[in-house]
């Protein structure tokens, strides 16, 4: 009787894959084979069957060529007027009509979302996918319900321009996640019954991962059966979507336009019409969403035109007199600040693959747990050992045809959360605050008053609107006009709204 191996491979296919990883100067990565259990074993060669040696060797190569090349002189021009639009500056009359081209496509079954959620909340002390993390708002909603509901609203606002005007709309959302958060991602939103969406219009995949390597190129082992593996940035999207069938589902959903943002953003209005609309009527091919910096100095990416070609400077990159320079009507000139929200029409996206090997990979040193080769001990670094390689999702913006950026309003579209609790800057209490704040505007902006204790401190105040009764303002001025609502109170519908006014 033969007893099946447990090893993935021949003894012929693992002789011919030894011999890949040696003839690509990674040979190392078999030190401590023939010293494994055949589990540990099968293991390690799941891992490496699946590592392309020879392409990781060229990303590296790239990546240390990209960096030697930040230290050689770098030509910034602002974005020109042609490609630069801000709702700062335009006529609400304008706005509306971008707004209605965008709810128009989405009618039409024509538009769909990619989140970007593969992070975890590492820095807010949490394990979970950073999607699911509490913001202490009175609802007690997670960032994933406030963006589901948000879809559900931009849906229910859309049927108006179905051809009876009252017609399902579906925006299919499909959810990028990470090894780490793919299976916690799907759980929680079963659990939560997909916040009110059809199953099968939430679709999950998973971005790619990149072996770590030392700072000299070689490919790290986190234990004798284990190579270390990080995320390949926010940039894997592009390589996810042609890898995952997301182009294909795409194209078989009659899918257009994409609209693409990352998931640690509360105030970030997913499928937004105005954007969407926006970069419809100017036939882009890849949109980006920014807002203005508060000042020279602050510390965030900037949207230009870098050595001749669309892109993003980062703030290191960029000098300080350069920094302050500014356009005749005082605006900075170099102020388009990058939040990671972008458009893409589904022919761009298809045509990636085509330029995809000229991408950059960017370093990022880090603190990597390794086995040291010699005597077999695993090492918990207290310094960088070694280097992640990430590409961004801006990355492909010099290969744009038709580039437009649409500045917004900070306050109403951008509270990023970064930091742990109590840091006072892009932290729980700051994406709570900005939210609560946001809807007594609504309230304000549509003729009514909040009234209530602690109504000006939005970081303690009871107050809050469900996306689904308002995504933007809109649809509540017919009940608050000349009116007060009165708080506490958590708004989740109609009523609700109409209970609270007095």
């Known amino acids: 009787m033969t007893i099946a191996s447990p090893l993935p491979l021949s003894d012929y296919e693992i002789e011919e894959l030894k011999v890949r990883f040696q ?30 040696v020879e392409n990781l060797n060229f990303i590296y190569d790239k990546a240390i060529q990209g960096a030697t090349n930040m230290n050689e002189e770098l030509t910034l021009e602002p974005l020109p007027e042609t490609v630069f639009d801000s709702v700062l500056k335009h006529e609400q009359a304008q706005i ?46 997670t960032l994933f319900q406030l963006q589901a509901e948000r879809i559900l609203r931009v849906q229910d606002l859309a049927k108006q321009f179905t051809p009876n005007g009252e017609s399902e709309c579906i925006i299919p959302w499909y959810v990028m996640t990470s090894g780490p958060t793919n299976k916690p991602t799907y759980e929680y939103f079963k659990k939560n019954n997909f916040f009110g969406l059809d199953e099968k219009n939430v679709i999950f995949f998973e971005q790619g991962t990149l072996p770590c390597l030392t700072l000299d190129g070689k490919i790290i082992l986190e234990d004798k059966s284990k190579v270390a593996i990080a995320p390949d940035g926010n940039g894997g ?15 078989e959903r009659g899918i257009e336009y994409t609209h693409c943002y ?18 419809i009527s100017k036939d882009t ?17 900037v949207v230009c035109v870098r050595n001749g070609k669309y892109g993003v400077v980062e703030y290191s990159e960029i000098s300080d007199e350069t920094a302050h320079e500014r356009h005749q009507d005082g605006s900075l000139k170099y102020g388009a600040a990058n939040i990671a929200n972008h458009f893409f029409s589904t022919a761009f996206l298809e045509r990636v693959p085509t330029f995809q090997a000229e991408l950059e990979y960017h370093i990022a040193k880090k603190k990597i747990k390794y086995t040291d080769l010699e005597t077999g001990e695993q090492i918990s670094p207290k310094t960088n050992s070694g280097m992640k390689l990430e590409c961004f999702v801006f990355d492909v913006f010099p290969y744009a045809q038709n580039m437009s950026v649409l500045e917004v309003h900070r306050n ?15 932290c729980p209490e700051t994406s709570r605050r900005d939210i609560v704040a946001q809807h007594v505007r609504f309230i304000e902006r549509a003729g009514g008053k909040v009234v209530g204790s602690s109504s000006d401190n939005c970081e303690k105040f009871i107050f809050e609107i469900s996306p689904s009764v308002s995504y933007a303002g809109e649809g509540i001025e017919h009940i608050v006009r000349g009116k007060s609502v009165r708080a506490p109170v958590i708004i989740d519908s109609i009523q609700d709204l109409i209970q609270a006014t007095f």
Request: hydrophobic letters at 35%.
């Open 237 to 251: 999207i592009y390589k996810a979507v042609q890898n995952k069938g997301v182009i294909r589902s795409l194209k």
């Open 96 to 141: 509306n009509e971008w707004e209605q081209v965008g709810l128009e496509n989405i009618a039409k079954g024509k538009v769909a979302v990619i989140l970007m959620a593969g992070g975890q909340g590492t820095r807010l002390g949490s394990s979970a996918p950073k999607g699911c993390y509490d913001i202490n708002l009175p609802s007690g909603k």
């Open 412 to 426: 109403e579209e951008f509270s990023p959360l970064k930091n742990s609790p109590g840091t006072g800057t892009d």
């Open 23 to 52: 003839n690509a100067g990674q040979g190392h990565v078999f030190k401590f084979y023939n010293h494994l259990g055949e589990e540990e074993q099968a293991r390690l060669l799941n891992q490496l069957k699946e590592i392309d």
């Open 285 to 301: 091919d890849c949109g980006v969403k920014v807002v203005g910096k508060v000042a020279p100095e602050e510390p965030v990416g």
């Open 262 to 279: 990352c998931v640690d953003n509360c105030l970030a209005r997913v499928a937004d019409p105005v954007f969407i609309g926006y970069c």
